[in-house]
């Protein structure tokens, strides 16, 4: 049996700066074998991404995990009945373990309630970190060559977890995608929005509803035929960027290409819009002129 949860940290960095952090634990009931993970938010993404590295480190899942009432996994309850996320029934079922949610019991939970603990009192304290990857590398070594050969009534979280072992859920051969997916319209000067930062596109689909797909650390642009097209870094959240590997230059065309969705319309159809389109590329790239005032014909 597996238990999981997260707290916040705001952990101070050399800089001087306070880097927020959700920290993602699971834990194993017989071994006290534990995993951590750091996220910049506690969504559903987040949770799934967490459980796939744990999984991994792991090789392996409990059959049942323990939750409270974190709303990525239980929305709402229906007197005593938790009506879970259906997305994370998609994500556990996929792995074949059964969700148990508990709430006014904050006993239920004691080994990865304790294991924050530990993360509190025996990682944090007397480290320095520069900044958030620098976290992150400092965690797996603590992981690998502290908390899993400390001893405890004289054998260490490993030796435990090989008669543990045989008794988790093997994996599927492909793991689950975790990645979100969503709807966003190329702008007129080629780039999308996500999460206060922009990201560049290939001109060809300016004014194009695109699918975007993001993970904790990329994201993938589609055309509508599903062939990727952009794939950039994932930036900070809100840190309004604008984010182009490939510097365009301007056209030199004086008369740029108009935008497909408009020129596939027609003459005939949309006469009023292709004017106006094709007048606005002509005064992209100079100071626009003014019309004279011309008097009313008597």
Known sequence: MGESDWSPYPIPLLSGEVCPVQAFGYALRHSTRKAYYLFERNDLYALMDGHVRTFDRFKGCARTCIYDSQKPVVPRWEGQQAIFNPRFLAFAAHYEFQLEAVRGKPNAKPRVERNFWEFER????????????DIVRQLAHWLDHTVDHRRRHGRTPLERFEEEREHLLPLPRHPYDTARVAYRICSIDGFVDWAGNRYAVPYDHVTDLLPVRVTQHELFVYAANLACVARHELAPRGGGHKLDPTPRLPRTD???????RLACVGEPRAPRALRLARARARRRGRPQERTPHRAPHP
């Open 122 to 133: 025996s990682f944090l304290n007397g480290r320095s970190f520069r900044d958030f990857d």
């Open 254 to 260: 004086p008369h740029p290409r108009l935008p497909r």
